[in-house]
């Protein structure tokens, strides 16, 4: 048997099915306790949304208020080169550019540091937290850019 829903309602069905086989004497499952997990599970997973939400925004936040000081800081270069005829988009790309690598490398730095704490949580906890999974590494080379 293949399970491909994994929710109550899927689980009830499943223990409604195995107990009409013949030879089975009983079936036993605490969907009480699964749907209180369930919930919970539910619960958390807006609750990280929320977190991932604010994370962004702040991220974003900071992102623009650190591009406006490295302008502040290059206040006197931006000057002479609008003096010179420089065009805005070259003022701009030199710090867009520094900005885009450094936020590349440090995407880069993450995911290597987050792929270090899961090989070295899976080999303390066992089996209770794998490994990430190809498709996870797609996931967080997305989050990088």
């Not at 925004?57 to 005829?85: N, P």
């Amino acid at each position: 048997m293949r399970i491909a829903d994994a929710s109550s309602d899927a689980a009830e069905h499943i223990i409604e099915r195995l107990r009409a086989i013949s030879g089975v004497a009983d079936v036993r499952a605490d969907l009480g306790l699964l749907r209180v997990l369930e919930s919970r599970s539910h619960a958390l997973d807006r609750l990280a949304l929320i977190f991932g939400g604010l994370l962004l925004a702040s991220s974003i936040f900071f992102l623009v208020t650190a591009a406006r000081l490295t302008m502040l800081a290059r206040r006197s270069i931006v000057r002479v080169m609008k003096q010179l005829g420089a065009r805005r988009w070259q003022i701009v790309l030199p710090v867009a550019l520094e900005g885009g690598l450094a936020g590349f490398f440090a995407g880069f730095l993450a995911w290597g540091l987050i792929l270090l704490l899961a090989k070295s949580a899976s080999g303390i906890t066992g089996t209770f937290m794998a490994a990430p999974r190809p498709e996870d590494y797609a996931l967080l080379l997305g989050a990088m850019c």
